[in-house]
């Protein structure tokens, strides 16, 4: 008992030596006898100055850093080059004549830039007996009036509604809402990657693209009624 009690006032006294230590960083510079005398263990070969392996823990702390800056780096190249073909993308759209060409214009860019092994865009009624009419849409009904992106694994009973025959199968998925103003929709991007598309994975930049997706198709629609 009285060896566990010392064990304890040691390790109360190392933590109160080192917490002061934290406070007063300049005291080994103000009391240079008192580093030399300090060597901490380095491995099997011996010991180093504490001043040595104060550099050695900074050097591991600055190639942490590095490492994490040049993740940040690449992530931010990432974005930019998705924003590029985002604003490509709504190239594309703003010149489509017709829902068709804006549909294929999809497609392609899809498939070329954000390698999509299947895109489908499927719009549905906004009337709820007409939606309730439809069996895609009654597969549907949970996503239908959501406002946000919904990825991840993709049920392969509802891979052939949307996607048709596909020589691949669809292993996840990215379902986009459309909001026209007298439809609604999904834009669905699949993968035969079951990681290609996760639930926590960020939406911001697909839902950008719903969106300009949902205005083109309400313009051409208000193109139509007005011919």
Partial sequence: MKGQNHDRASEVRE???????????????RHPDVLAKLNVPHGSAGATSLIERQVAVLREQLAH??????????????YEALLMRLHELTLRLILAPDLTHACNALEQALREHFRADAV??????????????????????DFIDRDRCLCGPFASEQSGGLFG????????AALIPIRAH????????????PKR??????????ERLGAVAGAKIASLAHLSRAG
Avoid: C, Y
């Fill in 165 to 172: 025959e596909l020589p691949v199968e669809i292993h996840s």
């Fill in 65 to 78: 850093e590095r490492g994490r800056l040049n993740f940040l780096v690449a992530r931010a190249r990432d």
């Fill in 15 to 29: 933590e109160t030596v080192a917490a002061w230590l934290m406070q007063h960083p300049d005291f080994l510079l």
């Fill in 182 to 193: 007298e439809q609604t929709g999904v834009l669905a991007i699949g993968s035969a990657d």
């Fill in 197 to 206: 598309f996760a639930p926590d994975m960020g939406t911001d930049l697909l």
């Fill in 120 to 141: 489908a865009v499927k719009l549905f009624p906004v009337d709820a007996n007409e939606r309730a009419a439809d069996p895609l849409v009654r597969s549907f009904v």
